[in-house]
């Protein structure tokens, strides 16, 4: 019966494609000077919690929260400066990441484009001003 209302998450693979996509992620977090200061120095956990994520997010089932309880994407952010920049660095691991597990159209401009809004919900902080002119 659910076979006419297919998600994004079956649609490019499932539970594997964004274990795929997550690793491809975390890979390129791990070594992005913007992102190293926020993240932690083992990404082990932090990439569980965004498979769960985004498997509930892209229409799997609700991994996240059913562990977690509601995602509170910006309050569960609030502790961490996440300025433009970062916001961008972000962006552009996950779409490198999408390329590298090869997300085909249209799902590729559809999660980039839900992944935009929300990573710009995320921002907090402004850029730091220090060698600014004022």
């Known amino acids: 019966m659910n076979e006419n209302r297919a998600t994004v998450y079956d649609a490019i693979g ?11 992620f975390y890979k390129r977090v791990g070594q ?3 992102l190293i200061p926020i993240f ?10 965004q498979e769960q994520f985004l498997s509930q997010f892209l229409g799997g ?5 059913e562990e977690h309880g509601h995602p509170m994407l910006r ?4 502790p961490f400066e996440i ?8 962006l552009a691991c996950m779409q490198e990441a999408l390329r590298e597990v090869n997300i085909e ?3 590729y401009s559809a999660i980039l484009e839900r992944l935009t809004h929300t990573a710009h919900h995320m921002m907090n902080t402004p850029e730091d001003r220090k060698g600014e002119s004022t």
């Open 14 to 24: 499932g539970r594997e494609t964004v274990h795929q996509l997550v690793q491809a």
């Open 32 to 34: 992005h000077p913007d």
């Open 40 to 49: 932690p120095d083992d990404l082990t956990e932090t990439a569980r919690k």
């Open 61 to 65: 089932p609700p991994y996240y929260t």
């Open 75 to 78: 309050a569960r952010h609030l």
């Open 83 to 90: 300025t433009p920049s970062r916001k961008d660095a972000w």
């Open 105 to 107: 159209e249209p799902y």
